[in-house]
Nanobody
């Protein structure tokens, strides 16, 4: 199980930093990523990475604004979100698995989600 934190309400143009770490026994998955979902849409890919920063991949909608990073000594993954837009409003989920892919079904472990709301 994974636990996310850092969500909240922010004005457009503002920033938030999400964090995610395993609860209970620590483990270091090969890939960790972020997805988001609203009531109107299916869960969509945001970003994923391994312990090597050069493997980071992003959805086109967040490139240049969001940065994913990991602290593999703590099994933690972060999502720095800058220049937030109202369309970024969603429940954000952390995921862990063995591949850095955009398909949510390929991830094994999930968090409960943290809400991000961006006002215009």
């Amino acid at each position: 199980q994974l636990v996310e934190s850092g969500g909240g309400l922010v004005q457009a143009g503002g920033s938030l930093r999400l964090s995610c770490a395993p609860s209970g026994r620590a483990f270091v998955p090969y890939a960790m990523g972020w997805f988001r979902q609203t009531p109107e849409k299916e869960r969509e890919f945001v970003a994923t990475t391994t312990c090597s920063a050069e493997t980071a991949r992003y959805a086109d909608s967040v490139k240049g604004r969001f940065t994913i990073s990991r602290d593999c000594t703590k099994s933690t993954v972060y999502l720095q979100m800058n220049n937030l837009k109202p369309e970024d409003t969603a429940n954000y989920y952390c995921a862990a698995g063995s591949l850095t892919v955009q398909d949510a079904a390929r991830y094994t472990y999930w968090g409960q989600g943290t809400q991000v709301a961006v006002s215009s």
